[in-house]
Nanobody
Framework: QVQLVESGGGLVQAGGSLRLSCLASGSIFSVNVMGWYRQVPGKQRELVAQITRGGSPDYSDSVKGRFTISRDNAKNTVYLQMNSLKPEDTAVYYC??????????????WGQGTQVTVSS
């Protein structure tokens, strides 16, 4: 089993930046893809970005060019650098992990979520 703990959320003005971190522990050997989802009340959780153990990233169109996902396998940590934040980026951000190369093939673990609020 893999445990995920997020940190780095908070309140920021539009145009500002935040960096989220997610530390994985437990059965790390089973993890390939890691990444971030976000969810606002009343809407489905949506994929923001994912990255494989080998470092291949993928982004949703809504964050492409503004967010950067990275991963430090030695520290079992994945990061999400969020720049040029917009009010519509406000959501609870969840870290996720899976054993395949993409979340389309399954998610095995979720973090508890961290709130990101962007004020206009």
């Amino acid at each position: 089993q893999v445990q995920l703990v997020e940190s780095g959320g908070g309140l920021v003005q539009a145009g500002g930046s935040l960096r989220l971190s997610c530390l994985a522990s437990g059965s790390i050997f089973s993890v390939n893809v890691m990444g971030w989802y976000r969810q606002v009340p009343g809407k489905q959780r949506e994929l923001v970005a994912q990255i494989t153990r080998g470092g291949s990233p993928d982004y949703s169109d809504s964050v492409k060019g503004r967010f950067t996902i990275s991963r430090d396998n030695a520290k079992n940590t994945v990061y999400l650098q969020m720049n040029s934040l917009k009010p519509e980026d406000t959501a609870v951000y969840y870290c996720a992990a899976g054993s395949s190369s993409t979340f389309l093939l399954g998610i095995s673990s979720w973090g508890q979520g961290t709130q990101v609020t962007v004020s206009s």
